[in-house]
C-alpha cells in the first residue's frame, strides 16, 4: 500500500536552517503536505504544495518537491526554539485520503 | 463555529464498555475524516466521508469500530467493546474543497483501563 517515510528525529541550533525530509510511495498524489503538532497539541498545517509544483516559498518556509524521486522536503530558516515540535508530511491520494508519515521531531536548542 | 470541535475533550472508559466520540466539522465542508494517533506514533486512517458517496472504511482496524455522518454535517465515531489497545487520541478534520488542507479537531484522548 501507500506509504509515507520520514527520519524520526532532528536537533538544530537556534539560527540554523532546519531541513526535514520525507519520501512517498504514490506516483498519483495530487497534494503534499506538512503539518505541525506542538505537545499536548492538535495538528496545525503549515503549508501545502500542489504535485505540479517544484518549489513554493511562503516566509520562512520553503518546500521543494522532486517528483521523479517522490521526495518532498520542508526548510525552515532562522529556526527558533519556538519551532520545537513534530512536523508530519502527508500525501492526499487521488481519492481524497491523507496518507501520513511517522512524524520528525524537531528539538531546538539555544 | 471557526474551526472543526470534538467532544468529549478527555475520556476515560473500563474495557468492555462502548463509547462514543463526536466530531462538528466546519460549517460547509464537504470532506470529513476520522484519524487515530497512539502514544508516539503517527496517524492512522481511519474512516472518510465525502459528501453523498458511500464512505471509505478501509482503514477501521475491526468491526467494533464503526462512524456516521449525519445530514452530511455531525460524526459520531462509536467503538463497541473497548479494549485496552483502543486507547488513542482520535482526531477528526474537515475539508472544504479539492484544493484545500485538512483542518483538524484537538482530538479526544480515549483511555481504556
Known amino acids: 500500500g501507500e506509504d509515507v517515510e520520514q527520519s524520526l528525529f532532528l536537533s538544530v541550533r537556534e539560527g540554523d536552517s532546519s531541513v526535514i525530509n520525507c519520501t512517498y510511495t504514490d506516483s498519483s498524489s495530487t497534494y503534499l503536505y506538512w503539518y505541525k503538532q506542538e505537545p499536548g497539541a492538535g495538528l496545525q498545517l503549515l503549508t501545502y504544495i500542489f504535485s505540479n509544483m517544484d518549489m513554493k516559498q511562503d516566509q520562512r518556509l520553503t518546500v521543494l518537491l522532486n517528483k521523479k524521486d517522490k521526495h518532498l522536503s520542508l526548510r525552515i530558516a532562522d529556526t527558533q526554539t519556538g519551532d520545537s515540535a513534530i512536523y508530519f508530511c502527508?500525501?492526499?491520494?487521488?481519492?481524497?485520503?491523507?496518507?501520513f508519515g511517522q512524524g520528525t521531531e524537531l528539538s531546538v536548542k539555544p | 463555529g471557526a474551526g472543526v470541535s470534538q467532544s468529549p475533550s478527555n475520556k476515560v472508559t473500563e474495557k468492555g464498555k462502548d463509547v462514543e466520540l463526536r466530531c462538528d466539522p466546519i460549517?460547509?465542508?464537504?470532506?470529513l475524516y476520522w484519524y487515530r494517533q497512539s502514544l508516539g506514533q503517527g496517524l492512522e486512517f481511519l474512516i472518510y466521508?465525502?459528501?453523498?458517496?458511500?464512505?471509505?472504511k478501509s482503514g477501521l482496524p475491526s468491526d467494533r469500530f464503526s462512524a456516521e455522518r449525519t445530514g452530511g454535517s455531525v460524526s459520531t465515531l462509536t467503538i463497541q467493546r473497548t479494549q485496552q489497545e483502543d486507547s488513542a487520541v482520535y482526531l477528526c478534520a474537515s475539508r472544504r474543497g479539492q484544493v484545500y488542507g485538512y483542518t483538524f479537531g484537538s482530538g479526544t484522548r480515549l483511555t481504556v483501563v
Open positions: 460549517s460547509g465542508h464537504t470532506a
Open positions: 502527508a500525501e492526499r491520494e487521488e481519492g481524497g485520503k491523507l496518507i
Open positions: 466521508f465525502q459528501g453523498n458517496s458511500a464512505p471509505d
